[in-house]
T-cell receptor
Framework: AQSVTQLDSHVSVSEGTPVLLRCNYS??????LFWYVQHPNKGLQLLLK??????LVKGINGFEAEFKKSETSFHLTKPSAHMSDAAEYFC?????????????FGQGTILTVHP | DTEVTQTPKHLVMGMTNKKSLKCEQH?????MYWYKQKAKKPPELMFV???????INESVPSRFSPECPNSSLLNLHLHALQPEDSALYLC?????????????FGPGTRLTVT
């Protein structure tokens, strides 16, 4: 079975400061991992994905994430927050075996950006 | 075109009504998904279609009836819903049903059952 834990339900930063959203995963095989962002009353937009290629993954809007197998982590970072980054972020893993293609979502982290 | 479209954007229906949600993609994807999302929660998978065949039903009540008429279109037929079914319904697609592919999500239909 796989699981995803987002370590913070809320993160608050000031505009222009770094963003760190933490995610740990549990999987019995090498997972595919994704970060999605959801703005209020909108669908989910893919920020980036890891599928066993480079461990440092660059995404859209200046976000990146590093896959660390030894720590079972896939934290999302951005050097400088923008007001438009305020949204909910989901760390997601994708299943294998009989669950192939099924997504396992973390509980989400709400990012607030203060001026 | 990397867009998944959903109609309608908003739907209000009574418990005795029958309505349908529609999802469309023109990316040539052969896997399509329905999710239900309650406020402040992550999406929950309802159904998966792979090559127009239903491959996963996550024990969804029969008042929700999915249909995949062709490879571009996915419908969700609603009948005799309950107020607790009020939620954001999201459609997604991926090239195939495989863990290495990301899913592309539509904007969702906000459903209110009165």
């Amino acid at each position: 079975a796989q699981s995803v834990t987002q370590l913070d339900s809320h993160v608050s930063v000031s505009e222009g400061t770094p963003v760190l959203l933490r995610c740990n995963y549990s999987s019995s095989y090498s997972p595919s991992l994704f970060w999605y962002v959801q703005h209020p009353n909108k669908g989910l937009q893919l920020l980036l994905k890891y599928t066993s290629a480079a461990t440092l993954v660059k995404g859209i809007n200046g976000f990146e994430a590093e896959f660390k197998k030894s720590e079972t982590s896939f934290h999302l970072t951005k050097p400088s927050a923008h007001m438009s980054d305020a949204a909910e972020y989901f760390c997601v893993s994708s299943g294998g075996g009989t669950s192939y293609g099924k997504l396992t979502f973390g509980q989400g982290t709400i990012l607030t950006v203060h001026p | 075109d990397t867009e998944v479209t959903q109609t309608p954007k908003h739907l209000v229906m009574g418990m005795t009504n029958k309505k349908s949600l529609k999802c469309e993609q023109h990316m040539g994807h052969r896997a399509m998904y329905w999710y239900k999302q309650k406020a402040k929660k992550p999406p929950e998978l309802m159904f998966v279609y792979s090559y127009e065949k239903l491959s996963i039903n996550e024990s969804v009540p029969s008042r929700f009836s999915p249909e995949c008429p062709n490879s571009s279109l996915l419908n969700l037929h609603l009948h005799a819903l309950q107020p607790e079914d009020s939620a954001l319904y999201l459609c997604a697609s991926s090239p195939v049903r495989d863990r290495s592919y990301e899913q592309y999500f539509g904007p969702g239909t906000r459903l209110t059952v009165t």
